[in-house]
């Protein structure tokens, strides 16, 4: 908070960071928005982005075995907005239904460098932003529908509760992901796209 203002060297660095990392999702969802829903949006492309999702976190697991900790790495506090900008680009993957957002910057954010808990957290930081900028333009086009269906106090209880559980999230997968790794979560979108594209193909859904 106080970086955003300068009057903190250190938040100063991390906001231009997050910044530099939204930047990316702000200027493609905003080219690309109309040609996503339009093409991206079926269970194929889906079952295709949790199989390529599975194996691109597989394939980072694999490289950074040899890490003797997922704490190796860097810091926020060493982040750069280069590598924040990379982050950001990954990021812009999650735009394919299917890709998880969280789980895409965190494997961009190790890739560029950071250990497992600063890239959980500077996914957290970057989600907030995105996703709240994301809301706020949707607030935009559709907030007279939005408060005609909801009460303006339930849609406050609503992002309040939402920001609790996501700072509780962040805590648990950053202990998680620390002890674990993020394999699990490749062999589970792996078997899940498997699963998914059988029925499919048998015409079972």
Request: proline share 3%.
């Given at each position: 908070?106080?970086?955003?203002?300068?009057?903190?060297?250190?938040?100063?660095?991390?906001?231009?960071?997050?910044?530099?990392?939204?930047?990316?999702?702000?200027?493609?969802?905003?080219l690309f928005?109309?040609?996503?829903?339009?093409?991206?949006?079926?269970?194929?492309?889906?079952?295709?982005?949790?199989?390529?999702?599975?194996?691109?976190?597989?394939?980072?697991?694999?490289?950074?075995?040899?890490?003797?900790?997922?704490?190796?790495?860097?810091?926020?506090?060493?982040?750069?907005?280069?590598?924040?900008?990379?982050?950001?680009?990954?990021?812009?993957?999650?735009?394919?239904?299917?890709?998880?957002?969280?789980?895409?910057?965190?494997?961009?954010?190790?890739?560029?460098?950071?250990?497992?808990?600063?890239?959980?957290?500077?996914?957290?930081?970057l989600g907030?932003?995105?996703?709240?900028?994301?809301?706020?333009?949707?607030?935009?086009?559709?907030?007279?529908?939005?408060?005609?269906?909801?009460?303006?106090?339930?849609?406050?209880?609503?992002?309040?509760?939402?920001?609790?559980?996501?700072?509780?999230?962040?805590?648990?997968?950053?202990?998680?992901?620390?002890?674990?790794?993020?394999?699990?979560?490749?062999?589970?979108?792996?078997?899940?796209?498997?699963?998914?594209?059988?029925?499919?193909?048998?015409?079972?859904?």
């Amino acid at each position: 908070f106080f970086g955003a203002f300068g009057r903190d060297p250190v938040g100063l660095r991390l906001f231009i960071c997050v910044m530099a990392g939204f930047l990316p999702a702000a200027g493609l969802g905003l080219l690309f928005n109309k040609h996503i829903k339009e093409y991206l949006f079926g269970p194929w492309p889906v079952v295709a982005a949790w199989l390529v999702g599975g194996l691109a976190i597989l394939a980072v697991s694999s490289r950074n075995r040899g890490r003797q900790t997922g704490l190796s790495g860097a810091t926020l506090e060493n982040l750069t907005w280069k590598m924040a900008l990379l982050i950001g680009f990954a990021q812009c993957i999650a735009m394919w239904p299917g890709v998880s957002r969280s789980l895409i910057t965190i494997v961009g954010g190790i890739l560029v460098g950071l250990s497992m808990p600063a890239a959980v957290e500077f996914s957290f930081l970057l989600g907030v932003v995105t996703l709240g900028a994301a809301t706020a333009y949707d607030a935009l086009k559709h907030g007279q529908a939005m408060l005609q269906t909801f009460e303006p106090q339930a849609l406050a209880i609503g992002l309040v509760f939402a920001f609790i559980s996501a700072v509780v999230s962040v805590k648990w997968m950053v202990a998680y992901l620390n002890r674990h790794g993020l394999e699990i979560f490749g062999w589970y979108r792996v078997v899940l796209a498997v699963t998914v594209a059988g029925l499919l193909a048998m015409r079972v859904i």
